[in-house]
């Protein structure tokens, strides 16, 4: 199982690094200088995962913009090279961050499972491959799940395959997600994400594709237990995920923020004063004064008193205690009244 007692977050460098290693190093960087759990890249070879006749998506040609509509052109040019990965992952330990990559395809998922790595992530196109979900599953690592594009049922059906073939469902995790890079803000429908753990009864977390920190922060707020997003060194390199990725000082605050709004739904959820607020209460609160001066023996009418700061004496909330009683002593004005000026 996913250690959760914090959220998980996961940079998405994916394809990012447009083919070069350097690059591809400069990301874990980045991704560890921030704060993240985890660098995730992508591991696929093109010839086993798109057909050379595939188009890209509206947003893939829209964002490279060089007249190939070939999906399978461009993600040949993004593969990672197996003689990467040693390289990747000492950087990573370097670093002091986790190394994780998506497996697009079987013998990618073995490649990986060779590897040091501690769980599967599966991509929101691989949900109704079954296949690919039993073979994870016989891996018996923890999983968790991008649900892009997806509805109830068909994540129900991809976990029913999953748990058939031998996954444990307490290594679950499933991902609310939507594929459209960028996810226009009407299209988050973030509730959902609150369905999906009503109905399967596993952790949740959420996979960003939106513009800006706000959605995953949010998400954390409402009970994401991972988070993943899209950075890259520069929105404007070409490639077809840039667009949709936060730079590196944008990943540094939405980790920030993520790592605060923790604090901040981390207390014991009860009503009480916190241990920052306490001296404040006689400071901001208010205690009973006379509201004049009063000589001794004067029987004391509620026209003589009034509530003055600090509230370090006696409380409004018990102003019975006071009326009615005589003086043992003359008291100037604004005198902070105590039961031993009372008879």
Not at 85 to 108: A, Q, R, V
Request: with cysteine; hydrophobic share 40%; aromatic share 4%.
């Amino acid at each position: 199982m996913i250690n959760l007692q914090k959220t998980i977050i996961i940079a998405e460098a994916g394809v990012n690094h447009n083919g070069d290693l350097e690059r591809a190093k400069e990301l874990i960087k980045v991704a560890a200088k921030a704060g993240a759990d985890f660098v995730k890249f992508q591991t696929f070879k093109a010839d086993k995962i798109v057909s050379k006749q595939a188009k890209k998506a509206s947003y893939q040609a829209k964002n490279i913009n060089d007249g190939d509509d070939s999906q399978y052109n461009m993600l040949k040019k993004l593969e990672i090279p197996d003689a990467w990965y040693p390289e990747l992952l000492d950087l990573c330990k370097l670093e002091g961050i986790k190394f994780l990559s998506t497996g697009f395809d079987n013998d990618s998922i073995n490649f990986l499972d060779e590897l040091p790595i501690e769980l599967f992530k599966i991509p929101s196109g691989e949900i109704t491959n079954k296949p690919y979900l039993e073979h994870i599953a016989t891996k018996k690592k923890p999983v968790i799940l991008s649900t892009g594009m997806a509805d109830i049922k068909e994540i129900k059906d991809a976990v029913t395959v999953l748990i058939n073939a031998g996954l444990d469902k307490s290594g679950l995790t499933i991902l609310h997600c939507n594929t459209e890079y960028p996810t226009p803000m009407a299209d988050v429908n973030l509730k959902a994400m609150l369905h999906i753990k009503k109905e399967l009864g596993v952790e949740i977390g959420y996979s960003d594709h939106t513009l800006g920190i706000e959605v995953p922060i949010a998400a954390v707020a409402l009970g994401a237990k991972v988070i993943e997003k899209h950075f890259t060194l520069d929105r404007n390199l070409p490639g077809p995920d840039h667009k949709a990725s936060l730079e590196p000082d944008e990943l540094f605050e939405m980790i920030k923020s993520i790592r605060n709004i923790e604090m901040a739904i981390g207390g014991n959820g009860i009503k009480e004063p916190s241990t920052s607020e306490k001296e404040n209460k006689k400071v901001v609160r208010k205690s009973i004064h006379t509201s004049k001066a009063l000589a001794k023996g004067h029987v004391i009418k509620e026209s003589d008193l009034i509530a003055l700061r600090p509230g370090d004496g006696l409380s409004m909330m018990n102003d019975s205690q006071v009326i009615g009683r005589k003086l043992a002593r003359d008291l100037n004005e604004f005198h902070k009244i105590s039961i031993s000026d009372l008879l």
